[in-house]
């Protein structure tokens, strides 16, 4: 919940005092503004908590009167007035105008500096959005996990209830006609009589509609679920709150599950879909049952004799999607498309452990540059799954063609060196370049530019930006470096930095 008044006046450390008796002290506030002008609306915002020393407020009721309703009309969060500075008290005159308007008031005293209340406010804000971001996170993964679940069949709350929760009010998944799919709870079915209207009225926008509604005990949002063209169904959700980002993010999630399941649903022949991409996080994250694997038509796909792969595609190109069609038809592997054209996935192996002979026959078709496969793996442990697609993610980096990880006849150098050691050697060595706020830009731009054997033009290409643009960055790069990329050694150096920064990144940073 967001950070209110109250709970900055109820901070032992600070010792402030709630002077007004009439106002409310839930208002959120936002952050803290220090100002001793007699109008500061000006270099303030809604939410504030506004610190004054009141030093360039008369006596006159009516000046303190319209200090008062500038301040209420630029909706700050209260007013902190600090003692001991020209007023041993909160003027009587502020103290009765706030009442009237509803305006907390709090003395500060004189030993506590405003910049201690700022510093605290601040503490309790960060509190605040981590909290708000581990929730949010939280509630994603139960969100996947309730998709699978639905999808394989299995008992578990689905991603309406699990989206309703979280927000604390009520979710509706209604179809393109605007028909009640599914409510949580139950009884927030009926809103639909009084939100079919705004439905109405979106639904010829297609994706592009959504709707705001906000009233003093509700906001709701209203959104279109879908993948292209006119909407499959809309998404609203109602909470007692104003939804943050980190209510946007949950909701982002839902409504690309329930795109997904209305749009692509599960078919082993289908190829390419987001599904598989939820199956592999699932397994990341939590493994995967043969009870799972079954209820998915992955038959075949034994949880405790597996492989993880990452196929990577010919000329920095993405591996085609005819190649990964024929390995799913298969019925043995699951493969996710990641960001770059990269595929990963596992797949199911013979009674030896080794890859069936038409997968391992893919490896070398058309527009595939090279496939990874780990050691085998039990899928029910997702550690042993993070570990195995690492473990792919290597083996894919020893050049053309199938390479097994641990086999020393396909190694390429890179993998000789301690991992740990290299990691570290990385970081030190691309430093100011990591920390950049441009740094992912311009690190994806050198692996472009590096993949393309120095060539401009072929990394624009791969990247999809103008040559100029690949070249300002390069520039950038080098200075961040503070080395020449026209030395060779130089390259070398920042191909292994590279290429071990990126090993070295969580799985969802990857691409």
């Known amino acids: 919940m967001p950070?209110?008044?109250?709970?900055?006046?109820?901070?032992?450390?600070?010792?402030?005092?709630?002077?007004?008796?009439?106002?409310?002290?839930?208002?959120?506030?936002?952050?803290?503004?220090?100002?001793?002008h007699a109008d500061p609306t000006p270099w303030i915002e809604a939410g504030d908590l506004l610190l004054t020393t009141g030093m360039s407020l008369?006596?006159?009721?009516?000046?303190?009167?319209?200090?008062?309703?500038?301040?209420?009309?630029?909706?700050?969060?209260?007013?902190?007035?600090?003692?001991?500075?020209?007023?041993?008290?909160?003027p009587t005159t502020l103290l009765a105008a706030a009442d009237r308007v509803g305006l907390p008031v709090l003395e500060v005293p004189k030993p506590v500096p405003f910049v201690a209340v700022?510093?605290?406010v601040s503490r309790l804000l960060t509190a605040e959005e981590y909290?708000?971001?581990?929730?949010?996170?939280?509630?994603q993964r139960r969100l996947i996990r309730a998709a699978l679940a639905e999808r394989g069949g299995a008992e578990a709350e689905g991603v309406i209830p699990v989206l309703a929760k979280h927000v604390g009010g009520f979710a509706l998944h209604l179809d393109s006609s605007g028909d009640v799919i599914s409510a949580h709870p139950r009884s927030s079915a009926a809103r639909i009589a009084e939100l079919s209207g705004e439905v109405d009225r979106l639904r010829p926008r297609g994706l592009l509609g959504?709707?705001?509604?906000?009233?003093?005990?509700?906001?709701?949002?209203?959104?279109?679920?879908?993948?292209?063209?006119?909407?499959?169904?809309?998404?609203?959700?109602?909470?007692?709150?104003?939804?943050?980002?980190?209510?946007?993010?949950?909701?982002?999630?839902?409504?690309?599950?329930?795109?997904?399941?209305?749009?692509?649903?599960?078919?082993?022949?289908?190829?390419?879909?987001?599904?598989?991409?939820?199956?592999?996080?699932?397994?990341?994250?939590?493994?995967?049952?043969?009870?799972?694997?079954?209820?998915?038509?992955?038959?075949?796909l034994g949880p405790a004799r597996a492989v993880a792969l990452t196929w990577r595609g010919a000329d920095g190109r993405?591996?085609?999607?005819?190649?990964?069609?024929?390995?799913?038809?298969?019925?043995?592997?699951?493969?996710?498309?990641?960001?770059?054209?990269?595929?990963?996935?596992?797949?199911?192996?013979?009674?030896?452990?080794?890859?069936?002979?038409?997968?391992?026959?893919?490896?070398?078709?058309?527009?595939?540059?090279t496939v990874g496969v780990s050691c085998v793996l039990d899928l029910t442990d997702p550690v042993n799954v993070r570990q195995a697609i690492d473990q792919a993610d290597r083996a894919a980096t020893f050049g053309p063609g199938l390479h097994a990880y641990g086999d020393d006849s396909s190694r390429g150098l890179a993998s000789l060196l301690d991992a740990a050691t290299t990691?570290?050697?990385?970081?030190?060595?691309?430093?100011?370049?990591?920390?950049?706020?441009?740094?992912?830009?311009?690190?994806?731009?050198?692996?472009?530019?590096?993949?393309?054997?120095?060539?401009?033009?072929?990394?624009?290409?791969?990247?999809?930006?103008?040559?100029?643009?690949?070249?300002?960055?390069?520039?950038?790069?080098?200075?961040?470096?503070?080395?020449?990329l026209d030395d060779p050694g130089v390259r070398a150096d920042l191909w292994f930095a590279l290429d071990a920064v990126r090993h070295a990144a969580p799985d969802h940073e990857r691409g």
């Open 58 to 90: 008369p006596d006159a009721v009516d000046v303190i009167e319209g200090y008062v309703e500038r301040l209420v009309a630029a909706d700050v969060a209260g007013l902190g007035f600090g003692v001991g500075f020209g007023r041993d008290t909160v």
């Open 131 to 139: 909290a708000d971001s581990a929730a949010s996170f939280d509630c």
């Open 423 to 484: 990691t570290a050697w990385a970081a030190s060595y691309l430093g100011d370049l990591m920390v950049a706020a441009e740094g992912p830009e311009l690190m994806d731009t050198l692996r472009a530019w590096l993949d393309q054997h120095g060539q401009v033009d072929a990394a624009a290409q791969q990247l999809g930006i103008h040559r100029h643009t690949v070249r300002h960055r390069l520039r950038r790069a080098e200075g961040a470096l503070g080395r020449s």
């Open 118 to 120: 700022s510093k605290a």
């Open 3 to 36: 950070l209110t008044v109250g709970q900055v006046a109820s901070l032992p450390e600070l010792g402030l005092l709630v002077r007004t008796t009439s106002s409310s002290l839930d208002r959120p506030v936002r952050w803290v503004a220090v100002s001793e």
């Open 210 to 300: 959504s709707a705001s509604i906000a009233s003093a005990d509700e906001h709701i949002v209203i959104l279109p679920i879908g993948v292209k063209g006119s909407a499959d169904g809309f998404l609203v959700v109602g909470s007692p709150h104003p939804l943050r980002s980190a209510d946007q993010a949950v909701m982002n999630v839902s409504v690309s599950l329930l795109s997904w399941e209305a749009s692509r649903p599960l078919a082993i022949d289908e190829g390419m879909d987001a599904w598989r991409g939820l199956l592999i996080a699932h397994a990341v994250e939590h493994g995967l049952s043969q009870h799972v694997l079954s209820e998915l038509g992955l038959h075949n």
């Open 318 to 369: 993405p591996v085609p999607d005819a190649v990964v069609s024929a390995a799913q038809r298969t019925g043995r592997v699951v493969l996710s498309r990641r960001s770059g054209g990269d595929v990963g996935g596992v797949a199911g192996v013979d009674e030896d452990g080794a890859l069936p002979a038409h997968l391992r026959a893919l490896a070398s078709a058309p527009g595939v540059l």
